[in-house]
């Protein structure tokens, strides 16, 4: 399996996004009860003059700047929250990278990455979305449970056209409003970097999962996202939130557009039953990070395969950064052959399928398989 190496070598971009899931509490007329039914996802609605990923619905969040990890945050956490944890508790473990990674704003930074990439999604939620994850900085620890966003203040436009024309002013936003960015309210969920293919900017993205009791009042910034989904049935739109379960059904119905890594975990994220079982799973470990996830991907004779770590097929090379695998097998043949797998196989731009002969364990969920195409065997 092989293919001819680019000339060039990629650099990635350190990111963050927040998975915002909260508490649902209103029922579809006539829509059929789903195990997930207690909670929603945000997802919004790229640009589509976006250079990565135009018109994707993704999670808010986006690139690590040097204002997130600034010295001038420290006078803002002082005198309660003291460097370098920030009562964080113990750095997280560091598992190894997919060698020849190499970022292009990896900023030596006052602050741990940790706190810089949370503080960069709260800000980039903000951005996006209108939402600010933002704890008063007189309050008293909060009390176990998901929390609540901060209400919008008086100038919310003003704001944020200022944070997003300098995300120094993010800083200046928290002094105004005497509130400490909500670095306690998020948990490490994973994350992904960017595979190959021709032209794409390449990420390294941590995914951070924030659990919050009601939905938050959501006001898309209208330049980098044009709007945030509702579920449409009988041509009404009663809802601005989805569960997994209903983003699924839109991005098969071709109502929106989810990259892969969006879709695996929409279908890891359908494996809860509640909103106090996901908050439970996420803050028993709100620090372990599980390995971040470099797709390999490997062009077969009639389409395309994801393959991710744990994969008989996933190979941990730096010549895969530049370039796929290939394979004169079809898709179906390798898909018999698999006997320990994790991939996802790529029909098309809306049809995909999720094999995982993995199991689930510590701080690792993995989806449930999710086939289409029933002539693939059965067992897998």
Same mark, same amino acid.
């Given at each position: 399996m ?6 060039g070598r990629?650099t990635?971009?350190r990111a %963050?996004?927040v998975v ?10 006539g ?7 207690d909670f929603?996802?945000l997802l919004?609605?790229?640009?589509p !003059?976006?250079r ?6 993704v999670?808010?969040?986006?690139a690590l700047? %040097? ?8 006078r803002?956490f002082?005198?309660?929250h003291?460097?370098?944890?920030f009562?964080?508790g ?5 598992h190894?990278?997919f ?5 292009? !704003?990896?900023?030596a930074?006052?602050l741990?990455?940790? $706190?810089a990439l949370r503080?960069?999604?709260?800000? +980039?939620?903000?951005?996006e979305?209108g939402v600010l994850?933002l704890?008063?900085?007189?309050? %008293?620890?909060? #009390?176990?449970? /998901?929390g609540?966003?901060l209400?919008? /203040?008086?100038?919310l436009a ?5 944070v997003?024309?300098d995300?120094?002013c993010?800083?200046q936003?928290?002094e ?6 909500d670095?306690? *309210?998020?948990s ?6 960017t595979?190959?293919w021709?032209?794409?900017?390449r990420?390294?993205t ?5 659990? =919050?009791? +009601?939905t938050?009042? $959501?006001? /898309? ?9 509702? $579920? ?7 809802f ?6 209903e983003?699924?059904?839109?991005f098969?119905s071709?109502?929106?557009? =989810? *990259?892969?890594?969006q879709f695996?975990?929409m279908?890891? =994220? +359908?494996?809860?039953n ?7 799973f996420s803050?028993d470990?709100p620090? +372990? ?5 470099l ?5 077969t004779?009639?389409g #395309?395969?994801? =393959?991710?770590p744990?994969?008989?097929l996933?190979?941990k090379?730096s010549?895969?950064?530049? @370039?796929?695998?290939s ?5 179906e043949?390798l898909?018999?052959e698999? @006997? ?6 790529i029909?098309?731009?809306h049809?995909y399928?999720?094999? $995982?002969?993995?199991l689930s ?8 398989n999710?086939?289409?195409? @029933?002539?693939l065997?059965?067992?897998?």
């Amino acid at each position: 399996m092989s293919a001819p190496l680019r000339s060039g070598r990629s650099t990635w971009r350190r990111a %963050a996004t927040v998975v915002l899931a909260a508490g649902w509490n209103r029922p579809s007329p006539g829509a059929p009860q789903s195990a997930t039914d207690d909670f929603r996802l945000l997802l919004l609605e790229r640009a589509p !003059n976006q250079r990565f990923m135009p018109g994707a619905h993704v999670f808010p969040g986006g690139a690590l700047d %040097a204002a997130d990890s600034s010295a001038d945050w420290l006078r803002l956490f002082a005198p309660r929250h003291t460097p370098s944890r920030f009562g964080l508790g113990p750095a997280p473990p560091q598992h190894p990278s997919f060698p020849g990674i190499v970022h292009d !704003n990896a900023h030596a930074g006052a602050l741990p990455d940790d $706190v810089a990439l949370r503080i960069c999604a709260i800000r +980039e939620t903000f951005e996006e979305a209108g939402v600010l994850l933002l704890r008063p900085r007189g309050s %008293a620890p909060a #009390s176990p449970g /998901p929390g609540l966003a901060l209400s919008p /203040p008086p100038g919310l436009a003003d704001w944020r056209s200022r944070v997003r024309s300098d995300p120094r002013c993010f800083l200046q936003l928290c002094e105004h409003l005497d509130c400490t960015p909500d670095i306690w *309210a998020l948990s490490n969920w994973g994350g992904w970097l960017t595979p190959y293919w021709r032209g794409t900017r390449r990420f390294d993205t941590t995914f951070l999962l924030c659990c =919050l009791r +009601e939905t938050p009042p $959501v006001h /898309p910034d209208l330049t980098e996202v044009v709007g945030y989904k509702a $579920v449409i049935r009988d041509g009404l739109c009663p809802f601005k939130w989805l569960s997994p379960s209903e983003a699924t059904e839109c991005f098969l119905s071709k109502k929106i557009w =989810l *990259a892969p890594p969006q879709f695996y975990e929409m279908r890891r =994220l +359908e494996t809860f039953n509640s909103l106090s079982a996901l908050y439970r799973f996420s803050s028993d470990h709100p620090l +372990e990070i599980t390995e971040k996830w470099l797709p390999i991907i490997l062009l077969t004779a009639d389409g #395309s395969i994801y =393959l991710l770590p744990g994969d008989e097929l996933y190979v941990k090379d730096s010549d895969f950064l530049e @370039k796929p695998m290939s394979t004169d097998k079809k898709t179906e043949e390798l898909m018999k052959e698999g @006997k320990v797998v994790n991939r996802m196989v790529i029909h098309s731009l809306h049809l995909y399928e999720i094999y $995982v002969s993995l199991l689930s364990k510590d701080k690792l969920v993995y989806p449930k398989n999710y086939v289409l195409n @029933k002539s693939l065997p059965a067992h897998l």
